[in-house]
Structures are given as structure tokens and as C-alpha cells.
Nanobody, 122 residues
Framework: QVQLKESGGGLVQAGGSLRLSCTAS????????MGWFRQAPGKEREFVAV???????YYANSVKGRFTIDRDNAKKTAYLQMDNLRPEDTAVYYC????????????????WGQGTQVTVSS
């Protein structure tokens, strides 16, 4: 199985930045699409961004222009650079992965991390 581990969350003021990392324990990292989801208190889990096996990217409208997803296959890591953070970005951020980007885009990837907390203060 693929094991995912997120890191980089924390407390930041509105307008600040954070960079999240998701490291995968897998032999063939380049075969997998990597995505980010988030879940705020009292809300459903929502899609944030995904990067495919061929490095195509897709973003939720709420984060376009502020967040950037990237991957480093040599390090077996996906990143989420979050700039101009807003209080409404406060949530637990989860990494999701599978062999197809279509599965990850809708949260159907077989593999999930444990999440990392992002808190944005006003």
C-alpha cells in the first residue's frame, strides 16, 4: 500500500503563507496523481488541488491565484504552496493519491494521509 504523510501546517496570520508537503512511501511515485483536500469544522471535505502523473494541475476556484501545487518525483513529495491565506482557509488539509488524476479530483483516491492543521488568524 501507499503511505502518505503530510507536514507543514501551522498557525499563520491572514495574508501570510504556508507550504505543505506530502511525502509518499511508494516505489513508483511518478505513476501517481497527488491531490490536496481540506475539511473545516462543520463542513464537508472539499477539493483543493491536484497534480497528475504528467504534471497537469487543477484547482478549486476558491484557491486559484493563491495556491500552487507542485511535485518533486525524486523526493517522492507533493507540495501545496499557499499564499495570501484567509481565515476561511482554516482546515485540516489531507493528501490523497491514486494512479489516475480522475479519481483524485473527486476524492476517490485509494490513499489518504492523516492530515495537517492549518489555522489562519484574522
Amino acid at each position: 500500500q501507499v503511505q502518505l504523510k503530510e507536514s507543514g501546517g501551522g498557525l499563520v496570520q491572514a495574508g501570510g503563507s504556508l507550504r505543505l508537503s506530502c511525502t509518499a512511501s511508494v516505489r513508483t511515485f511518478s505513476d501517481y496523481a497527488m491531490g490536496w483536500f481540506r475539511q473545516a469544522p462543520g463542513k464537508e471535505r472539499e477539493f483543493v488541488a491536484v497534480i497528475g502523473e504528467r504534471s497537469s494541475t487543477y484547482y478549486a476556484n476558491s484557491v486559484k491565484g493563491r495556491f500552487t501545487i507542485d511535485r518533486d518525483n525524486a523526493k517522492k513529495t507533493a507540495y501545496l504552496q499557499m499564499d495570501n491565506l484567509r481565515p476561511e482557509d482554516t482546515a485540516v488539509y489531507y493528501c490523497n493519491s491514486d494512479l489516475t488524476v480522475s479519481a483524485v479530483r473527486v476524492g476517490r483516491g485509494d490513499y489518504w494521509g492523516q492530515g495537517t492543521q492549518v489555522t489562519v488568524s484574522s
